[in-house]
């Protein structure tokens, strides 16, 4: 991005939160620097680790370069809505003028294009929301189940308006949209859980938003060996029923709706068990064909107070990791 740039002509400010993965990191920024002319943009990267701050360090590289221009600020406090909230609310104050703000994943890669096709595609449809692709790269070989697996699915194969994103690691937002919430922006109720991007699109299909899916606007987001294993897709599954379930609290509080949320809870069990012969007659694999049963299973045992909490187990694995290597006999 040329050093002329001013923040009244930033058109765009990408959002990058982050913990405890720079060498994903600067791929993802180093794709970034090397997006098509043609949109005045600026970066946020929100360190979230504020021990280490391995994150920072590479994000002040790039800054301190001229490749990026922007912010990196730290977020002290953990969880996944906290880092994302930071973000937001420092690409609204520091770029006024930014009219799009988008969010990318610190182990994703934008290609040559993304910006350009993400930042059109809300100007020609018009929408005040849009999303693309988020195409899986597999660190090792993939089975043919974790391929199969609706969990590493794409999403849509063509452009088109769509009610609602399900995740924020591909999207654009304008600027009318976070005018029209409180911050924080994602509930931070989903902050360990996640699901706090689904919750928030949803809001916003509640208000009238309109959303646009544009299938040129691809990002690659790399998938470590331990995320193909089976015991961590079915965990996956079992914490999408219970963010679904929170979501359907959340937005049903009252006596009467809660009443309706545990009939719906009841019939999600032999409904899944439908979906899960649907399933298997399509892929003959075992690991998709559990997928729907997972989620139901997360929203039954969700509503007796087990609700997982991925992003916080993450966090506690890599400190418990960090304790063993420096005392092995532990």
């Not at 943009?41 to 994150?55: C, K, L, M, P, Y």
């Not at 012969?277 to 399509?282: A, D, I, K, L, T």
């Not at 694999?285 to 609700?307: E, Y």
Request: proline letters at 6%; hydrophobic letters at 40%; glycine letters at 6%.
């Amino acid at each position: 991005m040329s050093g002329s740039q001013t923040e009244s002509n930033v058109a765009a400010v990408v959002c990058v939160p982050t913990f405890r993965r720079p060498t994903h990191l600067e791929k993802t920024l180093a794709s970034l620097a090397h997006q098509a002319e043609g949109v005045n943009f600026a970066v946020v990267v929100v360190e979230n680790d504020s021990e280490r701050r391995e994150g920072k360090v590479v994000a002040d590289a790039f800054l301190k370069s001229g490749a990026l221009r922007g912010v990196c600020v730290v977020e002290p406090q953990r969880g996944n809505c906290r880092a994302i909230n930071r973000a937001f609310e420092t690409a609204l104050d520091s770029f006024p003028s930014a009219e799009f703000i988008l969010m990318i994943d610190d182990d994703e890669i934008a290609s040559p294009l993304w910006l350009l096709e993400m930042v059109g595609g809300a100007r020609q449809s018009g929408a005040d929301i849009v999303g693309g692709p988020v195409v899986r790269s597999f660190e090792t070989a993939p089975d043919r189940a974790a391929t199969l697996h609706p969990v590493f699915d794409p999403g849509l194969s063509f452009s088109r308006f769509i009610p609602s994103l399900l995740g924020s690691g591909n999207c654009l937002l304008r600027r009318h949209v976070f005018e029209s919430f409180e911050a924080p922006y994602f509930d931070l109720r989903f902050n360990f859980l996640g699901g706090g991007d689904m919750d928030f699109f949803k809001r916003c299909r509640l208000k009238g938003f309109t959303t646009y899916w544009s299938n040129d606007a691809i990002v690659t987001e790399s998938v470590p060996a331990q995320r193909m294993k089976a015991r961590w897709i079915l965990r996956r599954g079992l914490a999408i029923g219970a963010i679904n379930y929170q979501i359907d609290c959340k937005r049903h509080p009252s006596r009467l709706g809660r009443s309706l949320i545990f009939i719906k809870n009841f019939l999600t069990l032999p409904l899944s068990a439908l979906r899960a012969v649907s399933m298997f007659q399509r892929t003959r694999c075992l690991l998709p064909t559990l997928h729907p049963i997972c989620v139901a299973t997360g929203r039954n045992l969700a509503a007796f107070g087990f609700s997982p909490s991925p992003y916080k187990q993450a966090k506690q694995t890599e400190l418990d990791a960090e304790r063993l290597t420096a005392h092995p006999s532990m």
